[in-house]
């Protein structure tokens, strides 16, 4: 383990710490220079980089620990180097991160910090900057959706400490946008600058118009996966839980393919809904054929997804839980497959590629991911089972959303895996004739976005981050027509209040 000290503005000392033996290097290089002469010098060790603030306080004991650290670029700092004007321009849930628990982001700091060598060496032609915690910062937006697995993690340290680098300035901020997002996201940070914050950054905005993005084509470390059937090493237990409606036909041939799983799972937790008083249940193949597995079958007239899956999720009892969809299709090898990722790749949630037939693949690389799909993910059962989903947004949208946010805020990542796929039939709805509707369809001027989307927002994101999407939202809506920004707040004046009331409605269920 090579261990750099740095002040900020120069390299301080180099030691290997397994040999207590002092390291040269060349005083007058930057501090990114010396860590990519360290990684060329010693490629297959781990680079360790500290302030000279926190030499006496980090925990080397627990970076030994570390599992997979081949694959991972770890951080911490209490203070984010950009300021929070970069949630203008990135709606994902790394922007606004929990600090207390280690959480996926790219955001990384020069206080602490640690990466595999040879990792680093794949940035050296394309990340300079005599900024590091900016060098750091590209590297890992730069890695994250190429298969670099970022994190801010507080046991870096054994205890908080205070940042000594200054947050970036206006220009640096201007120019990360432009080397790392589409040109137009330039743009939209100068208009919301003006627009929130009553600032006129012409001067930063110029400095980014000989800027050009950056690309970089990051190769992740090769791995073993571990079998689950190794000697000493039993198959992990799965239970398969699966919301259904008015869907007898297509729900049997999930059931058909479960079946079939060379790696079976133990339960399959169904719980089926019908709003009809008189109704009863349509799945009377669950008793006529005999299962492989148990199946926990509840019928109720009550609906609703959130109130589905909830219900199923208190009925889980194996180590693994599999979040399924009641009209979708899987290869007999799946969960085999599902579980071996877990283990060989360490993670406690993954997402896998669900498409719709004869949908092209646009994302084939594993890679952590900002999105949460209820109908297509395996998360321990550990953690899937202190959280619920959100019903108050129940027949709405975002539940998902908010859900894999909760699983992050909890310090569990969220990986896509582009292998084994799950193919979506997109079945029609059925099963009932009333629907839900809500309290605010009513109203004469409708809320944009949906109150739920706006409660989630308003909950999770930050400021800056509710404030881009508004005028995101504006220009998908109604693009450069001015004569329409009236009605668009009025819309969104109903949205902020019909999220009131979804969070007061919250509070008194709460009390």
Avoid at 170 to 175: A, D, G, I, N, T
Wanted: hydrophobic residues 40%.
């Amino acid at each position: 383990m090579i261990v750099l000290t740095h002040n900020n503005q120069k390299a301080v000392s180099v030691e290997d710490i397994s040999t207590s033996t002092e390291i040269d290097f060349k005083a007058t290089d930057s501090i990114l220079n010396v860590m990519y002469a360290l990684a060329e010098q010693f490629p297959n060790h781990v680079l360790v980089w500290q302030h000279v603030s926190a030499v006496s306080y980090v925990d080397f004991d627990y970076i030994a620990r570390i599992p997979a650290l081949d694959r991972k670029c770890l951080s911490y700092c209490s203070q984010s180097f950009f300021p929070d004007a970069i949630g203008y321009v990135e709606q994902s849930p790394f922007i606004n991160i929990k600090k207390e628990v280690c959480y996926p982001t790219w955001q990384m700091s020069g206080l602490i910090g640690v990466i595999k060598a040879s990792n680093l060496l794949q940035f050296k032609n394309e990340v300079s900057s005599i900024n590091f915690s900016y060098a750091l910062n590209a590297i890992a937006k730069l890695g994250m959706p190429q298969g670099l697995r970022c994190y801010s993690e507080p046991s870096l340290l054994k205890k908080e400490l205070p940042s000594h680098e200054k947050q970036a300035s206006e220009s640096l901020l201007f120019k990360f946008v432009k080397q790392h997002y589409k040109w137009v996201w330039v743009w939209l940070l100068f208009l919301n600058k003006w627009i929130y914050e009553r600032k006129f950054s012409l001067y930063a905005l110029c400095h980014t118009f000989t800027t050009k993005r950056t690309h970089v084509l990051f190769k992740s470390q090769s791995i073993s996966i571990k079998k689950g059937n190794q000697e000493g090493d039993g198959p992990s237990s799965i239970d398969v839980i699966i919301p259904t409606i008015g869907r007898p036909d297509y729900l049997y041939d999930v059931l058909f393919d479960l079946r079939n799983q060379s790696h079976l799972p133990n339960r399959v937790i169904i719980i089926e809904q019908n709003p009809e008083p008189e109704s009863v249940s349509d799945l009377n193949y669950l008793h006529s054929e005999i299962w492989p597995f148990e199946i926990d079958h509840t019928f109720t007239h009550q609906t609703g997804a959130c109130f589905a899956r909830n219900l199923a999720l208190s009925k889980v009892e194996s180590e693994w839980v599999f979040f399924a969809d009641d009209d979708i299709r899987i290869e007999s090898s799946f969960l085999e497959k599902v579980m071996n990722n877990l283990k060989g790749y360490g993670v406690q949630a993954a997402m896998q590629s669900c498409l719709l037939k004869n949908q092209k693949k646009t994302y084939k690389i594993i890679h952590q991911t900002s999105i949460f799909g209820s109908g297509c993910s395996i998360v321990s059962s550990s953690f899937a089972k202190k959280l619920k989903f959100d019903d108050h947004l129940e027949f709405g949208f975002g539940e998902d959303t908010v859900y894999g946010i909760e699983l992050r805020r909890l310090g569990v990542d969220v990986v896509y895996f582009p292998e084994p796929n799950i193919l979506h039939l997109k079945a029609p709805r059925g099963g009932f004739r009333s629907t839900f509707v809500q309290p605010w369809e009513h109203e004469k001027i409708q809320p944009k976005p949906s109150p739920t989307i706006m409660y989630l927002k308003q909950k999770y994101y930050t400021n800056e981050q509710l404030n881009g999407y508004k005028t995101i939202l504006y220009f998908k809506m109604y693009k450069f027509n001015l004569f329409k920004l009236k009605t668009f707040m009025k819309r969104w004046k109903q949205s902020e209040k019909w999220a009131k009331f979804l969070s007061n409605k919250g509070a008194l269920n709460n009390a």
